[in-house]
């Protein structure tokens, strides 16, 4: 609270300072003039810039909405609205209404307003045009600097309620992420489906690429991919290395931009923070600085979240707590990797995105990782996993898709995916193998590993044949198995 009272402190000084400094504004309607006219006249213009930017009615009475941070972050928008009418309204538009004219200095303070605020928000210049202009407007009409005070403070306030009605926060979220999109000017819109929270319905996909292109100068990396992730499964994302696995990832949580295609995270851009906000993700390059410990990097990851797990619970969970107090830079490969999974755990997300999670990992930690994701996709949550470790997926996923060269080759469960590359895999040796009709072969000098779907009927073909082996080794088709198989035969 100390941080608040200064920062309105600090604001009011400006503001009076700026306002006192001030040229005296005539107004063009004499009837707006008096305090209470002028005070009416700005409420309405800022109510009605909203209605007719956002296209909705103002919204206060929503149970999402929190009615306390509304109030602080409603003090501090106020008065962050009245030192900004004052230094570009008061100062700046009144001081070229000699030279310019009211049309000339509305449109060049305007302006200048708008390119200040692209510059340090990112936001769209014509949006802060647009309310720029409005509140300059208000300004001229009435001589007072109170009216334009009033238009952009009850415009800003508008903005916050709806966007924490629509965000769904709870009254303890005290996160950046809404102060940021309050204090922007621009409302957002999330798609109807999303209102009022983040959780997607039960049937609909968490996150999903469609139709997604990416490429990294001539060589494609992405073909038109599409992808789903949906409530309550493990979806095993494989494929050969460069197949489009980690840029698929990195489209999805908004880390890269498709050239082609949308992408979607909880029916939102994925990169928006509020898209991520309950997404939990190991990336494949795992780094913490040196410095900083265990418990430490878990503690910094938690305050980002409203309803994040305990420390404690989280350490306990991936085995870090005998580790809790030692420099994260220092921790073992398999500690690293650990310590990154329960980074993605912490916040208590919705969705766990993990590229190669158990690497470095011993076979006791790889457990219970893999129990701990079981667990998780039961209880609604969702994972996408990406690994070369196939007995992981084989053992975990509720459904696999396969990439090739950038696009998708196969989906469906691991039984569907062993049915697609043949029910059977059959080792043997012979110096050559003749061709035998719907057989997939992976020959290794004398060495060859068929895969069939009538394991019998090849053996009986072989034999008809004539061919010299020995080695004959026939077993069922493991995801491995059909893993090869697939992308031999999607190469060839």
Same mark, same amino acid.
């Given at each position: ?10 604001? #009011? ?5 700026? !306002? ?14 008096? /305090?209470?006219?002028?005070? !009416?006249?700005?409420?309405? &213009?800022?109510?009605? #810039? $909203? ?19 509304? /109030? ?8 962050? &609205? ?9 100062? #700046? ?19 200048? $307003? ?20 409005? $509140? ?47 204090? &922007?000017?621009?409302? @957002? ?14 049937? @609909? ?10 490429? $990294? ?18 979806? !095993? ?72 797990? @305990? ?8 085995? #870090? ?5 030692? =420099? ?28 190669? %999670? ?9 457990? /219970? ?61 012979? %110096? ?21 779907? =009538?394991?019998?009927?090849?053996? @009986? ?32």
């Amino acid at each position: 609270m100390s941080a608040v009272a200064a920062r309105l402190g600090l604001s #009011l000084v400006v503001t009076g300072a700026a !306002a006192a400094a001030a040229p005296t504004v005539i107004a063009a309607d004499p009837s707006l003039h008096p /305090a209470g006219d002028a005070l !009416a006249a700005g409420i309405a &213009s800022g109510i009605g #810039l $909203f209605v007719v930017l956002a296209r909705r009615r103002p919204v206060f009475g929503a149970p999402t909405v929190p009615r306390r941070r509304l /109030a602080a972050r409603s003090a501090v928008l106020t008065a962050k &609205s009245a030192q900004e009418e004052a230094l570009w309204r008061g100062l #700046l538009l009144g001081f070229l209404l000699d030279p310019l004219g009211r049309v000339g200095a509305i449109v060049l303070s305007s302006a200048l $307003f708008a390119g200040a605020h692209v510059a340090g928000q990112g936001r769209v210049a014509a949006m802060h045009l647009l309310t720029g202009g409005a $509140f300059a407007a208000v300004y001229v009409a009435t001589g007072r600097l109170l009216a334009a005070i009033a238009a952009h403070g009850t415009y800003n306030i508008l903005v916050g309620a709806s966007s924490l009605a629509d965000e769904g926060l709870s009254d303890s979220d005290t996160g950046a992420r809404a102060g940021g999109l309050l204090a &922007s000017g621009t409302p @957002s819109r999330p798609p109807a489906p999303m209102r009022p929270g983040l959780t997607p319905p039960p049937d @609909s996909a968490i996150a999903a690429l469609d139709g997604v292109v990416k490429r $990294f100068g001539a060589q494609p990396a992405l073909a038109g991919v599409d992808l789903e992730l949906r409530r309550g499964e493990v979806l !095993a994302l494989l494929g050969p290395n460069g197949a489009g696995k980690s840029t698929a990832v990195a489209i999805m949580l908004g880390l890269r931009r498709a050239d082609a295609g949308r992408a979607t995270l909880f029916g939102l851009d994925p990169r928006l923070p509020r898209a991520r906000q309950r997404v939990g993700a190991v990336l494949q390059d795992v780094g913490f600085p040196p410095g900083l410990r265990v418990q430490e990097a878990v503690d910094l990851v938690r305050a980002h979240y409203p309803a994040a797990r @305990s420390t404690d619970a989280v350490l306990a969970h991936l085995g #870090l707590a005998a580790v809790a107090r030692r =420099d994260a830079g220092g921790l073992s490969g398999g500690q690293r990797r650990r310590l990154a999974v329960a980074l993605a755990l912490a916040g208590n997300p919705t969705a766990l995105f993990l590229d190669e %999670p158990t690497a470095g990992m011993d076979a006791g930690a790889r457990r /219970a990782l893999l129990a701990e994701l079981r667990a998780f996709a039961a209880s609604g949550g969702a994972v996408l996993l990406t690994t070369q470790q196939l007995g992981e997926a084989e053992e975990i996923a509720t459904r696999v898709v396969l990439l090739a060269r950038g696009r998708v080759v196969l989906e469906g469960s691991v039984r569907e995916i062993r049915a697609r590359a043949g029910r059977a895999r059959v080792t043997i040796r012979a %110096p050559v193998l003749p061709s035998f009709d719907g057989a997939t072969v992976d020959t290794q000098g004398d060495r060859h590993v068929v895969y069939v779907e =009538d394991a019998d009927a090849f053996v @009986s073909a072989l034999v008809r044949s004539e061919t010299p082996f020995s080695e004959l080794e026939v077993v069922p088709v493991s995801l491995e198995d059909a893993f090869v198989a697939l992308t031999t035969e999607t190469e060839a």
